[in-house]
């Protein structure tokens, strides 16, 4: 079994391990060669795929995502919606905060939270469709016991009695602290997140089990971008404790992406601690 295991985030339904291992292997190389860690040798790293829980099945004139509208938001995602737009507005000059009048959930705050959203920094380069489905996704995987337990499966059975090191990407930290938490007796001494949601409410209160539960793991590193909206919480150190420890890049314009953060010294360092 592999040394390290990666955990993507959001929208890689359409993708697979060995696609995400095409970007993830060099990237995690680099960042192991600015730390002066160890060179990754070949199969070292295996990502454990869960997206394809999400992807939708083929019809005939119809593949790819459902057409999502704002209507098709719901109670939770709106939740989750208002937040990334909170945070966008305190790291995006060109993003008008939330106004008294939107911090109400409904169907015309959603609307305005997503036309602003698709005009920002951050989500600039997805369509209204993408973004709804990420944010449904998010929720999916915190509300859907049977799509949780089989995502959290697939990243348990990644993990096996060699692995050191869990990287975790997003949507994909939550799925890998979970997993941990549930395996006991894993050898993996460090975690690794990367731009992860672990510290927003909406996720936070809805964790299995919560955050007063360690993963088992010697070490974890949380790292994250200023600029990632995603990552709205950037100390996760207040909900999970002083054993986690936080550190900043800088990513520049594609704050939140999964081969940037990889790239970084400090991922490198982290990732070299635990095979160490």
Request: include cysteine.
């Amino acid at each position: 079994m592999a040394r390290i295991v990666g955990v993507h985030g959001v929208g890689k339904q359409r993708l697979g391990s060995k696609t995400l291992l095409k970007d993830w292997e060099p990237a995690l190389a680099d960042g192991l060669d600015r730390a002066g860690g160890p060179q990754l040798a070949p199969g070292e790293l295996h990502m454990a795929f869960y997206g394809d829980l999400f992807r939708p099945a083929g019809h005939t004139l119809a593949v790819g995502d459902p057409m999502f509208t704002a209507g098709d938001v719901d109670e939770a995602e709106a939740e989750l919606l208002m937040a990334w737009w909170a945070q966008a507005a305190r790291v995006d000059p060109g993003v008008p905060p939330p106004g008294g009048d939107t911090l109400v959930r409904s169907p015309r705050a959603v609307q305005t939270a997503l036309t602003v959203l698709q005009h920002s920094r951050f989500f600039g380069g997805l369509s209204l469709r993408a973004l709804v489905f990420d944010l449904k996704q998010v929720r999916r995987y915190l509300t859907d016991e049977d799509l949780r337990v089989a995502a959290r499966k697939k990243v348990e059975e990644a993990i096996g009695p060699d692995t050191r090191v869990v990287v975790a990407h997003s949507l994909g930290s939550v799925v890998a602290y979970e997993a941990l938490c549930a395996r006991e007796g894993h050898g993996v001494r460090a975690l690794v997140t990367l731009g992860s949601p672990l510290g927003m409410r909406m996720v936070v209160d809805r964790l299995r089990p919560g955050p007063e539960t360690w993963p088992g793991t010697a070490s974890w590193t949380n790292v994250v971008d200023e600029g990632d909206v995603v990552a709205a919480v950037k100390d996760l150190s207040l909900f999970f404790g002083t054993g986690v420890v936080g550190k900043v890049v800088h990513n520049g314009s594609h704050a939140h992406d999964a081969t940037l953060y990889l790239t970084a010294k400090e991922t490198g360092e982290a990732v070299a601690e635990g095979l160490a």
